[in-house]
């Protein structure tokens, strides 16, 4: 309501001026009955005596017809049918006014009410047709490509500048567009905001617009994905500002430009993180990062150097991993102390002289096979890496009294049906019971695929449509969860600031995405069309694959915990006893590469259901999904 009237306010220009030409258009009409000449004073005193009413009832008339709405920089036919219909509405209630207050239109010839109608839209449309057509020769006559901005925000007025100042040549800002209906109407900097991002093709049709520019950091996942239909459609370029995680992380500036990304289709809001808890738990502390060169290892890495934390040791088993994340550590945080140290987390006398030569505070275990169906096909490997390892490393934190130990873990270790998902589930298990006879802080961190993480499906797609398809879909029904590999990352920091000990927390990650529109997103924001350019394949399900991933089990009740996107899963008690009893079994196992290693799994895992083979072939495949790290 307020919005409304305020962009009525704004328009009280239109609006006077409608009323101006009521009484031009009435005189008018007596001036041509009389063919151009003097009008009879018993007429003239009947025109001027109904005139109060023409212009009251035909300004009623054209307000409840909303002819002041149009831009008069667009108008076009369907404004000016409007306008026809409400001048021809208002002569009708004008005749009944008069008809009963002037004995029966006395002195009202019965042809001024027709030439009223024709002069009255004459001047209505043929004003505004001129405006527009002055402005679309201005705009013709300026050079650089034309473009528009969608947003009429901060941002938008901020792009505005940096072009005008540094690509003036380049760049002819023709208009605004922006949801706002109070901001219509007004003008940023001499450039108008005329309209909803709704007009768009109309706009580009009418001034052949070049490219699009959307200038809005703040839009969540549903705004940005109408943004983008919206230029799809119109079949021009069109390129967005980054988003607020990228701003609010230093990632990008405000003025920069760049292709929209899958992430900005499918990110949610930015995260509201408790940074003061979250620098008081790490700064001025040695922190351990596994996996460091992973996506998750490493998007931790950038997180905690701007947390202050005054060391943080790089531990991977990947050279170029390693020797990438070390480089780019130097350069954009000189003032942190990091040492990158190359190992394995199955290495246990590697493990423990990280341990004994840098005594970590914290220590956040992302490192993890997570290729799905990579994984099924090596069960030894498997097991190593992601329980074996997890539990050198967990024992190794209770040692040493680290303070706090996070394991990342994944959505798949829910009701399991991969080998991979069953060891990230084996340990959460171990790091569960261990918490109850340590000092240190065990925190599990429990989440979905992460857009963009080396072998998902993302980087994938975009290969397929880049080698010009098709694409490789599972199934039409699969979905998964996404998010963000900063949201996850800034999330993790979070649960373990606030973490209680032993616990799982479970980040929420929005609605699931059905991966068959993901895959036709992907395609359209290439600048193709799915199943004409670009084709869709569905392979089938592979082992271990999931139609639909679970963030929680069953007896897994999840409770609020005050902080927003993480929640608390109850703990499912598993005895000591029987988690030691199962690693010795393991760790035998593995030594005689006995093929029955996953019974161990089911053990500790019961709802894991052991593969009753594996598909030949799988052991070289490239999964389509991949956990979060």
């Known amino acids: 309501m307020v919005k409304s009237l305020t962009s009525l306010i704004f328009r009280w220009r239109i609006v006077l001026h409608d009323i101006m030409v009521i009484p031009i258009a009435w005189l008018g009409a007596y001036w041509l009955r009389y063919n151009l000449e003097i009008i009879p004073e018993i007429f003239l005193q009947g025109a001027l005596f ?197 701003l609010l992380t230093g990632k990008a500036q405000l003025g920069d430009m760049r292709e929209v990304r899958i992430d900005d289709l499918l990110g949610r809001d930015p995260v509201k993180l408790d940074w003061h808890r979250i620098k008081h738990s790490l700064c001025d502390k040695t922190v351990l990062v596994t996996g460091a060169g992973g996506s998750i290892g490493s998007e931790l890495c950038r997180q905690l150097a701007s947390v202050c934390s005054s060391h943080i040791v790089l531990f991977d088993q990947s050279e170029y991993n390693l020797y990438r994340i070390q480089e780019e550590m130097a350069e954009r945080f000189p003032n942190i102390k990091v040492t990158p140290v190359l190992g394995d987390v199955c290495d246990a006398a590697a493990a423990n002289h990280v341990f004994e030569t840098f005594k970590p505070a914290a220590v956040f275990h992302a490192a993890a096979y997570k290729h799905v169906p990579l994984l099924e096909g090596q069960v030894r490997e498997a097991i190593k890496n992601n329980a074996l390892g997890t539990r050198i490393i967990a024992d190794l934190a209770h040692k040493t009294g680290v303070e706090r130990f996070v394991l990342i873990s994944t959505d798949k270790a829910v009701n399991p049906s991969s080998l991979m998902g069953a060891c990230k589930r084996v340990a959460e298990i171990y790091c569960q019971q261990l918490a109850s006879r340590s000092d240190t802080k065990f925190i599990t961190v429990r989440f979905g695929n992460v857009l963009g993480s080396a072998g998902s499906v993302v980087p994938k797609f975009q290969q397929q449509i880049k080698q010009g398809g098709p694409i490789t879909v599972t199934h039409p029904e699969m979905t998964r969860y996404f998010m963000t590999i900063t949201e996850a990352a800034q999330l993790i920091l979070e649960a373990s600031a606030m973490g209680e000990d032993g616990r799982i927390y479970v980040l929420d990650m929005g609605k699931p995405v059905l991966i068959s529109q993901l895959a036709e997103q992907l395609i359209r924001l290439s600048g193709r069309e799915p199943g004409k350019d670009i084709e869709i394949i569905y392979t089938g399900l592979r082992a271990g694959e999931k139609l639909h991933e679970e963030l929680f089990h069953d007896d897994e009740n999840l409770t609020d915990t005050g902080v927003d996107k993480i929640q608390l899963a109850d703990t499912r008690t598993v005895s000591a006893e029987l988690v030691n009893s199962v690693f010795l079994d393991i760790e035998k196992r593995l030594d005689n590469y006995d093929k029955s290693l996953s019974d161990c799994i089911k053990e500790l895992v019961p709802e894991y259901v052991v593969p009753s083979y594996v598909t030949p072939g799988n052991e070289t495949s490239q999964s389509t999904e991949a956990d979060p790290k």
Not at 217 to 240: H, W, Y
């Open 50 to 246: 109904a005139l109060p009413v023409v212009i009251a009832v035909q300004a009623v008339t054209n307000i409840f017809f909303g002819v002041h709405r149009g831009e008069w920089r667009f108008v076009s036919l369907p404004d000016l049918n409007l306008i026809f219909k409400a001048v021809l509405f208002g002569t009708a209630a004008i005749a009944f006014a008069l008809f009963l207050v002037a004995e029966r239109l006395a002195y009202v010839p019965r042809t001024v009410i027709v030439l009223y109608v024709l002069i009255l839209t004459a001047l209505m449309c043929g004003s505004r047709l001129f405006y527009r057509l002055i402005k679309e020769r201005h705009f013709s006559a300026q050079s650089g490509r034309k473009v528009v901005i969608l947003g009429a925000g901060a941002a938008g007025e901020q792009l505005l500048r940096d072009l005008n100042r540094n690509h003036i040549d380049r760049y002819n800002i023709v208009a605004f567009l922006d949801d706002d209906p109070s901001k219509i109407g007004r003008q940023i900097h001499r450039v108008p905001i005329v309209a909803s991002p709704d007009v768009l093709q109309d706009l580009i049709n009418r001034w052949e617009i070049d490219l699009v520019l959307i200038a809005v950091p703040s839009a969540n996942d549903k705004q940005m994905q109408r943004l983008v239909t919206i230029c799809e459609r119109t079949g021009k370029e069109f390129k967005t500002l980054p988003g607020a995680h990228e």
